[in-house]
């Protein structure tokens, strides 16, 4: 835990100063680590045009954990993505992403070069299509590390052995050696971790990092993140599918369909008391232990196709409580309550849900 | 059972063993994959399933779950005979399976179908789906027009409406309507056991629900039996009867999935129930229930394969392998520690109920 205590100590002199801002007075809390304001991304080739952001606004602060939540092509992905500037070509985004008081999408490439790794880092779904699988693991990690600090192989191969240590790989020298195939899923994403680690980013992005992993090893690196995520204060935007691993870990949720986030706030509340119907509907498709053999009220139909949206609210279509005005214009993403944000004309008019749905 | 085609042929084979003949019973079911043994290698062989029992009630869900490597889908594959098992027996309605006065394989594999994970890899993207439902159906002998007829009834049972869907492509669909393209595809062999190998593991959560109540509702219209493979406990929960607890190729752990959920006996099941995310942001898990991989199936621990991540482990359990014992009604499980007898300190000694 060397390289903890060093980046601890690092840390040390930031996070005091967060914690004295934090407890007494949080009335002047430092600025956002993340500011998104407005993010739309468009894809344009000759065969497609079609917008798959639809102006995202978020911001997140040192040490806190965002997740994205939501199905497959809702723009989770994308959107963490887009903050790395990771988009397929013919990507138009607009908007705009401050990381830092940086303008990402202003950067040139050889300056977005240098954000990747000590500014943000990612760590993707599939660990196994992530490394080269003709380099061992440890040589992939120090040659991150040289890429970005003056550092000799020695210097470099140790720093990759102690961030190994850190992600609790066990005999951490040993498996410097090993190639990525030569793990198991689990421990090639704890690598995959050590290697988004291993520049200190400030903000970690983490995309379905456990969706691949037994519900063994899933906990085991959840458990990890939270930890490492407090210990080096990073802040953390974690997209995941499942609302279950989203209340293990993170402080805020924003969930997405189709291109917008149609709620947001605080894990508990968004647990406790879902505003929008889609919100409410995904928690009713979890399958929880205390419902065996009773019927599962799934969302009926499936999420609209992003080149053919609904003219009005993009649920509207599978919404059970939508109202013949919902397929008239886009609801506004509207504040219900401190830090916690709607998009729907039912929920904004202060009806709860339990009130609408008949 | 009317909507389905009027051949004979394809009616439901006759429930021959009553009621209380158990669907279908498998006893001893072994498969060791040898691997090297090349240029300059030391052959070793994978114990992948080593010695598996178990039956299956008619009408009911038995669900396998375990982490990756523990089995389950070469569990799968010897029932459904794509793999040849080394050893055991597999008995359908009281019938042996591939031996001489039992039932033909050929009879089998209609009888007992699959559907696989991956929805799209395992449609042929070149036939639309009235050909893909239609071809199992075909390949019998069944007249091309009763086939399509069949394909048509199939699809319509799985919510997929034929005037809208029949001709499409597998790529046009959506990766719900692709499962249940399979599912349709399995039903239209008429078979009395479907094998469900995570088949809705890949499926968002909500496409996930629909998908899990249209299984319900087939298995009660058509009295189908399952085989649920999944690593989702809470889904294996919702829809199994019985459930099976596999670890590095052996049962540890059988029995009614509430006494298996609810009182779990083996260590390794009880670590595996609390890996699951408490669902509650105020009640966060602090320590992993279980911590590392599970050991490699290659050159597995002597005696009991859990007790390397267990933390009762004692001298015993290296010595002996825990057999696989009754304790209570209907659960059996595996582990030294909770059977009578078994010389762990904290087995009682003798007779009698334990824990």
Request: hydrophobic share 40%; with cysteine; aromatic share 4%.
């Amino acid at each position: 835990m060397t390289l903890a205590a060093t980046l601890a100590a690092q840390e040390s002199a930031q996070e005091s100063a967060q914690e004295s801002e934090q407890a007494p007075a949080p009335a002047v809390a430092p600025p956002p680590l993340v500011q998104v304001e407005n993010l739309r991304v468009r894809i344009k080739t000759p065969d497609v045009d079609v917008t798959l952001l639809h102006g995202l606004n978020f911001s997140l602060n040192q040490g806190e954990v965002l997740c994205l939540v939501g199905e497959s092509g809702s723009g989770k992905s994308i959107t963490v993505r887009s903050l790395l500037r990771l988009l397929p070509p013919g990507a138009i985004v607009e908007g705009s992403i401050i990381v830092d008081g940086i303008d990402i999408l202003a950067l040139k490439p050889a300056q977005l070069r240098a954000v990747r790794g000590p500014l943000i880092a990612i760590a993707f779904q599939e660990p196994a299509t992530s490394f080269d699988p003709a380099f061992t693991i440890g040589y992939q990690i120090a040659e991150t590390v040289r890429a970005h600090e003056q550092v000799s192989w020695a210097d470099a191969t140790r720093r990759a052995q102690d961030l190994l240590e850190l992600v609790q790989v066990p005999s951490a020298k040993r498996r410097l050696d090993a190639y990525p195939h030569e793990l198991s899923g689990g421990l090639r994403q704890r690598a995959m971790i050590a290697l988004a680690l291993s520049c200190r980013p400030k903000l970690l992005i983490a995309d379905e990092p456990t969706t691949a992993l037994d519900a063994t090893v899933q906990i085991q690196v959840l458990l990890l993140l939270r930890e490492l995520q407090r210990e080096l204060g990073m802040a953390t935007v974690f997209v995941t599918h499942d609302v279950g691993v989203a209340c293990e870990i993170a402080d805020q949720v924003a969930v997405m369909y189709s291109g917008r986030f149609v709620e947001m706030g605080p894990i508990e509340r968004i647990i406790d008391a879902p505003r929008h119907p889609y919100t409410a509907g995904l928690l009713g498709s979890v399958v929880t232990p205390d419902v065996p053999g009773a019927r599962l009220e799934p969302i009926p139909g499936a999420p609209p196709d992003p080149t053919a949206l609904p003219p009005g609210c993009s649920f509207e279509p599978r919404c059970r409580v939508a109202r013949p005005a919902c397929a008239q214009a886009m609801p506004a993403f509207t504040q219900i309550a401190p830090l916690h944000q709607v998009r729907c004309v039912l929920a904004a008019s202060g009806a709860a849900m339990g009130d609408i749905e008949k | 059972m009317t909507i389905l085609s009027p051949q004979s042929d394809y009616d439901t084979a006759p429930d021959r063993g009553g009621p209380r003949q158990p669907m279908l019973i498998v006893q001893g079911l072994r498969k060791h994959f040898g691997i090297g043994g090349g240029f300059n290698g030391k052959a070793a062989v994978v114990r992948a399933v080593d010695g598996v029992s178990f039956d299956v009630p008619k009408n009911k869900t038995l669900g396998i779950v375990g982490e990756s490597g523990c089995g389950k889908s070469t569990t799968a594959k010897l029932l459904m005979q794509l793999i040849r098992a080394d050893e055991g027996e597999i008995i359908l309605d009281g019938d042996p399976v591939a031996m001489s006065r039992g039932v033909s394989l050929r009879d089998y594999r209609r009888s007992v179908q699959m559907v696989f994970q991956d929805s799209y890899a395992s449609l042929n993207p070149r036939l639309s789906l009235q050909d893909t439902v239609a071809f199992g159906p075909r390949a019998t002998g069944i007249p091309q027009a009763a086939a399509m007829r069949r394909a048509h009834d199939m699809l319509r049972r799985v919510g997929l409406a034929p005037e809208v869907f029949a001709s499409r492509l597998p790529h046009e669909l959506s990766g719900g309507q692709r499962q249940r393209v399979n599912i349709a595809r399995a039903l239209a062999m008429n078979p009395r056991v479907l094998i469900l190998d995570e088949a809705v593991s890949a499926l968002d959560k909500s496409v996930e629900a629909q998908v899990l109540n249209l299984l319900q509702d087939l298995k009660q219209e058509l009295g189908l039996t399952y085989l649920f493979i999944s690593h989702d406990l809470n889904v294996v929960r919702y829809i199994s009867d019985r459930v099976m607890v596999m670890y590095l190729g052996k049962v540890v752990e059988i029995g009614d999935v509430k006494d298996v959920f609810d009182h779990a006996l083996h260590p390794y099941t009880r670590g595996l129930l609390s890996s699951r995310p408490s669902m509650n942001p105020r009640q966060r898990r602090t320590e992993p229930p279980l911590s590392g991989d599970p050991p490699s199936p290659i050159d597995p621990p002597s005696g009991c394969r859990f007790r390397t991540r267990c933390s009762f482990a004692e001298t015993v359990c290296a010595e002996r392998e825990p057999p696989l014992a009754s304790l209570g009604l209907d659960q059996q499980v595996a582990c030294h520690a909770v059977t009578p007898g078994s010389g762990h300190t904290q087995a009682s000694a003798g007779e009698g109920a334990s824990q």
